[in-house]
């Protein structure tokens, strides 16, 4: 309804919350379809969608200021990248050969060289269950 009436300044608040794929990519159209010649302050958990729409990107956590800068500068300060988690069936493999395969294959892998300079190093929340990369 607010779009319709063509004002200045929109404040939009999670607009694409709930939605399937499609459809939030055709409002992400439709907002930068209308964003010329306005302000639009949106709010949003998707910092994909942020990254897309936004001109500035302002984070917030514990209600206090984290970040405030574009978003190219933005993904240089807090990166962006995939986890990998690695969990075992333990009704296929028992926890000691899970936890040798990791030390003769994956940690090899992790902790070479060229990834350590990729960033790529087990997340504080790894446990013998679950490795998180």
């Known amino acids: 309804m607010a779009i319709v009436t063509k004002p200045k300044i929109l404040i939009l608040d999670e607009p694409t919350s709930g939605l399937d794929v499609e459809s939030r990519r055709q409002v992400w159209e439709l907002i930068k379809r209308i964003k010329m010649g306005r302000s639009i302050i949106m709010s949003s958990q998707h910092l994909e969608e942020a990254d897309y729409l936004a001109d500035r990107i302002c984070i917030m956590t514990h209600g206090q200021l984290l970040a405030l800068d574009s978003p190219e500068c933005i993904r240089r300060q807090f990166g962006v990248g ?38 790529i190093e087990e997340n504080d929340d790894s446990t013998i269950k679950k490795l998180i990369y």
């Open 82 to 119: 995939y986890k990998l988690i690695v969990e075992p069936r333990i009704d296929l493999i028992n926890l000691d050969e899970f936890m040798q395969i990791k030390i003769s294959e994956i940690d090899p892998y992790v902790l070479s060289d060229e990834n350590r300079m990729a960033d």
